[in-house]
DNA sequence: TTAATTTTGATAATCATTATGAAAAAAATA
DNA sequence: TATTTTTTTCATAATGATTATCAAAATTAA
């Protein structure tokens, strides 16, 4: 049941990192989140648990969630670093539409455009390894 | 002819900004490449020419430049902006691969994408203002 | 324990971009 | 043309998110 948690200290020894306080704190917040949040909403919402950590760790935790595929690195253009968690509940795998009206963020996924992506990459001999698609938008 | 240069003109007339030899010079460099400059290259060129024209200055036209969509923003994830030039023969609306081996940029157009996305925005209630469609790859 | 290694966190540095404000240029007025 | 007003430019300072530094704390190994 606690497999991330578990994946996440697994993923820690292969790097020869060790598995603190403050890592798993961070994780765990980022299992608690389906908003897309910026360094400092993270750190003050582990503030208010309890859990203080510093900015420069919580950076470099980013990075490793990043890295293993926990988070995923957003930026809309608002110049902050936003962070999506994949840990989440069948969130994984979608593009965003941003309301330059509101801020709002829409999730949305689409297969055809997933298959044309793969297919535009192959014909240029590339593999995709990232892909960033954002619909910047206004209400009708 | 230079019918580029002459609607330069008539946009600035409209929010009444003047029409000065950097603001053109800018425009006219803008005009001649189909890379994907960041602001130091473009200030570079600039100087290279003859046209020396301060940061601050060139900041200021990049925006009326984008406003008017002379060019176009584009953030790669290097953490600098680039600017997409609208005004080279044929190059408009179109997406990038980038190779994050050598840095290439490749640039794709896909119509089907396109309908897709704005079926995307039109059943959610939106209109699509602006794009950012990246993909970023490796060699097979 | 003791010693070696890693991590943390306060703080400083970085660096692209933005703000400032005095001087230069341009436009308007006389 | 000379004078005044407005705009622009440019050198430089400030900003702010992120990254680097490094001494102290925590962890691990011996
Ligand atoms: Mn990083
Ligand atoms: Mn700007
Ligand atoms: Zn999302
Ligand atoms: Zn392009």
């Given at each position: 049941?606690?497999?991330?948690?578990?994946?996440?200290?697994?993923?820690?020894?292969?790097?020869?990192?060790?598995?603190t306080p403050?890592?798993?704190?961070?994780?765990?917040?980022?299992?608690k989140?389906?908003?897309?949040l910026?360094?400092e909403?993270?750190?003050?919402?582990?503030?208010?648990?309890?859990?203080?950590?510093?900015?420069?760790?919580?950076?470099r935790?980013?990075?490793?969630?990043?890295k293993?595929?926990?988070?995923?690195?957003?930026?809309?253009?608002?110049?902050r670093?936003?962070?999506?968690?994949?840990?989440?509940?069948?969130?994984?795998?979608?593009?965003h539409?941003?309301?330059?009206?509101?801020?709002?963020i829409?999730?949305f996924?689409?297969d055809?455009?997933?298959?044309?992506?793969?297919?535009?990459a192959?014909?240029?001999?590339?593999?995709?390894?990232?892909?960033?698609?954002?619909?910047f938008?206004?209400?009708v």
């Amino acid at each position: 049941m606690q497999t991330v948690i578990k994946k996440f200290k697994k993923n820690l020894q292969e790097e020869n990192l060790k598995s603190t306080p403050q890592r798993l704190a961070i994780l765990e917040e980022m299992m608690k989140t389906d908003e897309h949040l910026e360094c400092e909403e993270i750190l003050l919402k582990l503030k208010e648990k309890g859990n203080k950590v510093s900015r420069a760790t919580l950076y470099r935790t980013m990075d490793i969630l990043v890295k293993y595929k926990f988070v995923r690195k957003l930026e809309i253009g608002d110049g902050r670093v936003r962070y999506d968690s994949n840990l989440v509940h069948g969130k994984r795998n979608h593009d965003h539409m941003i309301c330059l009206d509101s801020g709002d963020i829409i999730e949305f996924y689409n297969d055809k455009i997933e298959k044309l992506q793969n297919e535009i990459a192959e014909k240029n001999g590339y593999k995709i390894i990232r892909r960033v698609h954002q619909l910047f938008v206004k209400k009708v």
